[in-house]
């Protein structure tokens, strides 16, 4: 209920928060990995992005690793925002940053990892960029792989 509540705040709010920004911060694809239905955490992220003035594009839920492949090719992102919220689905986290490897967009694309059982601890262990523990922190890792795919050379772990 009280993400509902927080959602119909936002259709209110921002088309306020966003007026007068120029250009994005950066371009988000973000989805909930395969087997996983759940989504209200992901909406939470996304409207705060979208406030940070991200260009976030929304797979959905379920989504399939080819799916996200697909649209990395595509669209070419600067930032894959996967979401979890299940031990079970879990290792599609994994799968995925493995897929990206296999198909050489591994350095294309800064990973960013998110939902409730998801930890500093796993991001490091699946070679994730950054874990959001929650929407504010997701903005601010955000924030920072961007800076950081704008200058290489200022790499640090996020
Ligand atoms: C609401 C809910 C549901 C709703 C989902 C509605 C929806 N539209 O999403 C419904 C009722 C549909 C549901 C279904 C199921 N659920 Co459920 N669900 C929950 C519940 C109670 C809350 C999740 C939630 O929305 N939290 C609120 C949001 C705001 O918090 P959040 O997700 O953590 O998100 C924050 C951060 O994690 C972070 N974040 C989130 N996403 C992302 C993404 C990125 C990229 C980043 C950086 C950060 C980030 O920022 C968010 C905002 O601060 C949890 C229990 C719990 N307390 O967590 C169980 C829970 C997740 N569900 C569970 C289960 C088992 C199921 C079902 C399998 C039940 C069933 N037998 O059918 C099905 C799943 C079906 C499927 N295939 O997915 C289990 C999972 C257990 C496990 N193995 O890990 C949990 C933990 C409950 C439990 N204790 O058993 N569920």
New binding site residues.
């Given amino acids: 209920m009280s993400?509902e509540a927080f959602r119909i705040a936002m259709e209110v709010l921002e088309p306020h928060l966003s007026a007068g920004q120029i250009g994005s911060t950066g371009k988000v694809l973000?989805g909930t990995v395969s087997?996983?239905?759940?989504?209200?955490?992901?909406k939470?992220?996304i409207d705060m992005l979208r406030c940070a003035n991200f260009n976030v594009t929304d797979l959905g839920e379920?989504v399939p690793m080819k799916t996200f492949i697909d649209k990395i090719i595509e669209s070419k992102p600067d930032i894959l925002?996967?979401?979890c919220?299940?031990?079970?689905t879990m290792p599609e986290m994994r799968n995925i940053i493995t897929e990206l490897k296999h198909s050489g967009l591994r350095d294309s694309v800064r990973v960013?990892?998110?939902?409730?059982?998801?930890s500093q601890e796993f991001a490091d262990e699946i070679g994730a960029d950054a874990?959001?523990?929650?929407?504010f922190d997701?903005v601010e890792?955000a924030r920072q792989l961007v800076t950081q795919a704008e200058m290489p050379d200022e790499k640090e772990k996020v």
Avoid at 112 to 118: A, D, K, S, Y
């Fill in positions: 993400t973000i087997g996983d239905m759940h989504n209200l955490g992901k939470i992220v379920d925002g996967l979401g919220y299940m031990t079970t960013i990892i998110g939902g409730v059982p998801i874990w959001g523990k929650d929407a997701a890792k």
